[in-house]
């Protein structure tokens, strides 16, 4: 069992930057794909970007070269660095975790409670 708390969202103009953080528990995040899916207000839930247990990356084309997600094994934690913010990015991003590196948020078997990320034009 692995539950994930997500933290560091919060309100920002475009242009800024926020670090997103999902701390995990149980003694096996080492074992687990790791990643960032987000979700706005009347639109579907899609990925935002994912990292495997040995720190491979696929990011969404909307995010790449913005974005960048980190692990770090020793902390039991994932992160999201985000640069050049846009309104568009403004949604509720959710951390997840899974035995499978897979673009699929239904492969994921866990999911933290969602944290706002709100940014102003």
């Known amino acids: 069992q692995v539950q994930l708390v997500e933290s560091g969202g919060g309100l920002v103009q475009a242009g800024g930057s926020l670090r997103l953080s999902c701390a995990a528990t149980g003694r096996t995040f080492s074992s687990y794909a790791m990643g960032w899916y987000r979700q706005a207000p009347g639109k579907e839930r899609e990925l935002v970007a994912i990292?495997?247990?040995?720190?491979?990356?696929h990011y969404a084309n909307s995010v790449k070269g913005r974005f960048t997600i980190s692990r770090d094994n020793a902390k039991n934690t994932v992160y999201l660095q985000m640069n050049s913010l846009k309104p568009e990015d403004t949604a509720v991003y959710y951390c997840?975790?899974?035995?499978?590196?897979?673009?699929?948020?239904?492969?994921?078997?866990?999911w933290g409670q969602g944290t706002q990320v709100t940014v102003s034009s």
């Open positions: 990292i495997s247990r040995g720190g491979s990356t």
């Open positions: 997840v975790a899974g035995e499978e590196y897979t673009s699929s948020w239904s492969r994921y078997d866990y």
